[in-house]
């Protein structure tokens, strides 16, 4: 556990415990019973693998892996693969479960997973990383398949990682199993607009927010922190909306221009230059200033973590977009909900992106595939219902819209496990 202490008070950040508690808050307003709430809090399965790797100046090294699944009541698990050197079991454990309640949250008939390997990707070679992913996905193939599990890229893991995984999986079976993992190259059946997605999703519930708050997005201001494939993303779409984005960030700092600046610019600058810091004509602030800056929507899309008890009485914004994962801890939550500041939580602002991977999985079982137009207007309608379904519990019950979150997803799986029974 990392707590931290904020004018004497502790919180903790360690997201094991933080996805137990927001699991638990749902449980009480539901009333679900002391059972139910065992089975929907414990993952179905864990399995952790030994992954022995021939590195490339000759020396043999065994990595761990983990593959997690944590509920799969509404249909196979789907969720991210993670290489990172902080990779734990407890920690993929809550990741997995945050899937669960995401695929609930945006009604799409899948539970949730996780995997990851504990490793340092940036000091390993690529043909050192394929063998790694190709041995961990023959040790979790025992477990995963179009019918069952679904993975996807996560942290450190990418279109090519699924190329692998896909190729692994197929050469075990004999035949070409593109469903087995979803965000591919389109070339070995990914999907239009999957790269787009998450941030495009994000974009959706943003404009469902503004309409309902009365913003007028062509004359409102936004903040982004984290410029990678979601927060880029999100920028330049918010500005093709017309919203002024004033000031970004990535991992080497932040820019301001109160005029704003064009964000597609900004992502060319930083593919040449390797940050956005520099960006002519914006000044330089750091990654805690910009967090409290006066905009109308502020979208985290970096670390977990980022908004906390230290820092939630300083939010200046209308509305808080989480485009990453875990951004709020639970006490800045209550903070910003008693400011009446709008948290978008996690699970439905950053679900487009497995919305998409879901139509991904779809064209390829059916073999048919989708023009960008389709998948778009499908994605619009999924976020547009899911925003007005969490809405609708957020003002009925008078609770933060994270908490309406939790309590559709959570009553859907619920629901869904009473139905099913318990075998035998
Ligand atoms: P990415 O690696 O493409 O980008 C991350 C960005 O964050 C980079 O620009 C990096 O420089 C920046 N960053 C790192 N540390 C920072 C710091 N201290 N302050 C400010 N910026 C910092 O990752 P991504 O795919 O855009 O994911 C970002 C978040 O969105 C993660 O929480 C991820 O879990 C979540 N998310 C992504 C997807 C997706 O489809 N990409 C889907 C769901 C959720």
């Known amino acids: ?7 004497g008070l502790t919180e903790t950040l360690n997201a094991f415990e933080i996805a137990q508690k927001q699991f638990a808050d749902a449980a009480d307003i539901l009333g679900l019973d002391e059972g139910v709430r065992k089975k929907l809090r414990t993952p179905e399965r864990c399995l952790t693998v030994a992954i022995p790797t021939r590195m ?21 698990s789907k969720g991210g693969i993670r290489f990172h050197p902080n990779v734990t079991l407890d920690e993929v454990k809550a990741l997995a479960s945050w899937m669960t309640w995401k695929c609930a949250t945006v009604g799409i008939p ?54 692998w995984i896909m190729d692994t999986y197929s050469m075990n079976k004999g035949y070409a199993v593109p469903g087995v993992v979803t965000g591919k190259p389109l070339a070995l059946g990914g999907s239009l607009g999957r790269n787009e997605a998450t941030a495009q999703g994000c974009v959706y519930i943003i404009e469902e927010a503004a309409k309902k708050l009365g913003i007028d997005l062509k004359t409102a201001t936004a903040v982004i922190q984290g410029y990678g494939n979601a927060g880029s993303i999100a920028a330049y779409l918010l500005h093709d909306l017309g919203v002024k984005i004033i000031a970004v960030s990535d991992s080497r700092g932040g820019i301001l221009n109160t005029q704003g600046f064009d964000p597609r610019k900004v992502l060319e600058f930083k593919n040449q230059t390797g940050s956005v810091v520099g960006f002519p004509g914006t000044e330089s602030i750091s990654n805690e200033e910009i967090l409290n800056l006066k905009c109308d929507v502020l979208v985290p899309a970096a670390l977990e973590n980022c908004i906390t008890l230290k820092n939630a009485v300083k939010i200046n914004a209308k509305i808080v977009a989480e485009a990453a994962n875990g951004p709020t801890t639970p006490g800045a939550d209550e903070i910003l909900f008693d400011r009446k500041i709008v948290v978008l939580p996690d699970i439905l602002a950053n679900a487009g992106g497995v919305t998409v991977s879901y139509f991904e999985w779809v ?39 994270r908490k309406a979150a939790y309590v559709l997803a959570v009553g859907r799986v619920a629901e869904a496990f009473k139905l099913r029974g318990l075998f035998p």
Not at 1 to 7: A, G, H, S
Not at 363 to 386: A, F, G, H, P
């Open 363 to 401: 064209q390829n079982v059916q073999e048919l595939y989708w023009d960008i137009e389709d998948v778009n207007s499908r994605l619009k309608k999924i976020m547009t219902r899911s925003f007005n379904d969490v809405y609708a519990i957020h003002k009925d019950k008078r609770i933060n819209m």
């Open 56 to 76: 490339d100046d000759g020396r043999l090294e065994v990595f761990i892996g983990h593959r997690v699944q944590h509920n799969t009541t509404r249909g196979p």
């Open 1 to 7: 556990m990392t707590p931290t202490m904020t004018q």
């Open 110 to 163: 899948y539970g949730g997973a996780k995997g990851g390997i504990t490793c340092n990707p940036k000091e390993m070679s690529q043909g050192e990383l394929e063998r790694m992913t190709r041995r961990y996905a023959s040790e979790i193939s025992l477990i995963i398949g179009p019918e069952k599990d679904i993975p996807a890229p996560d942290v450190y893991t990418n279109a090519q990682t699924m190329a």
